[in-house]
């Protein structure tokens, strides 16, 4: 499956700038496996041991995958994945 | 330095004034690349706590998008203490993730709701460094 992943401002240096680029998996932790293949490093800015980072958000679509299956979450061709670093802080 | 409108910044401070003792959080975003904070979005803090705040994801990403329709970036994100200083704490450098955004910091602790004083400060903070900067207020 390939699908449009959109990168926020401060993860741009990995992609050369892009917003937008594809990526290629039947799950989220395949797609993310994927862009880190082609933009490496940016694996370790999403995920940690324990799972997808805290302070990062990712949208299947509409929906924030943590409501869905999180890495495990199935992705379609024609799916758009969102990628927003947590506005928080305390 | 930001340079910003007198009235912005009284919407800020009305905001953080209202959700005392907890702190608030919002936006003001501007144009790409012009560095001028216009459109002022109070956020909620889905955090609803004194010593924390967090934009619900669902809105995280309503925003966004809005502002990707608009040819917008936030250009101001400011947030309250409510019972310390108007500067980034610990947990606010670890998470500040817009590296163009001027973080404005309102301290709420002298007089909480009401009117009276309060304390408005600016920042950068990039790569965990944070640097003040001037504000420059117009009407």
Redesign the interface.
């Known amino acids: 499956m390939a699908v449009e992943v959109r990168i926020p401002t401060i993860l741009r240096p990995y992609t050369g700038g892009e917003k937008l680029v594809i990526a290629e998996g039947a799950t989220l932790a395949e797609v993310i496996a994927d862009l880190d293949a082609h933009h490496p490093g940016l694996s370790d800015r999403l995920i940690d041991d324990s799972g997808l980072r805290r302070f990062v958000n990712v949208y299947l679509n509409d929906e924030d995958v943590r409501f869905l299956d999180g890495l495990a979450t199935g992705i379609a061709d024609q799916d758009s994945i969102t990628i927003l670093p947590a506005v928080a802080g305390g | 330095m930001l340079r910003i409108e007198q009235g912005l910044v009284d919407q800020m401070v009305a905001h953080c004034r209202a959700d005392h003792p907890d702190e608030a959080?919002g936006?003001i975003a501007g144009p790409v690349g012009s560095d001028s904070p216009e459109r002022f979005i109070p956020?909620v803090n889905a955090?609803r706590s004194p010593?924390?705040?967090?934009?619900d994801?669902?809105d995280?990403?309503r925003l966004?998008r809005d502002m990707d329709e608009r040819d917008e970036?936030p250009v101001v994100?400011y947030?309250s203490h409510t019972a310390t200083e108007a500067y980034?704490?610990?947990?606010?450098i670890a998470?500040?993730?817009?590296?163009?955004a001027h973080y404005v910091l309102v301290s709420t602790r002298e007089s909480g709701s009401s009117d009276g004083p309060y304390e408005l400060r600016s920042f950068t903070i990039v790569d965990g460094v944070v640097t003040e900067e001037s504000i420059d207020l117009f009407d």
């Open positions: 959080c936006v956020m955090a010593t924390f705040y967090e934009f994801s669902a995280l990403l966004y970036e994100i947030h980034p704490s610990r947990t606010d998470y500040a993730s817009e590296p163009l």
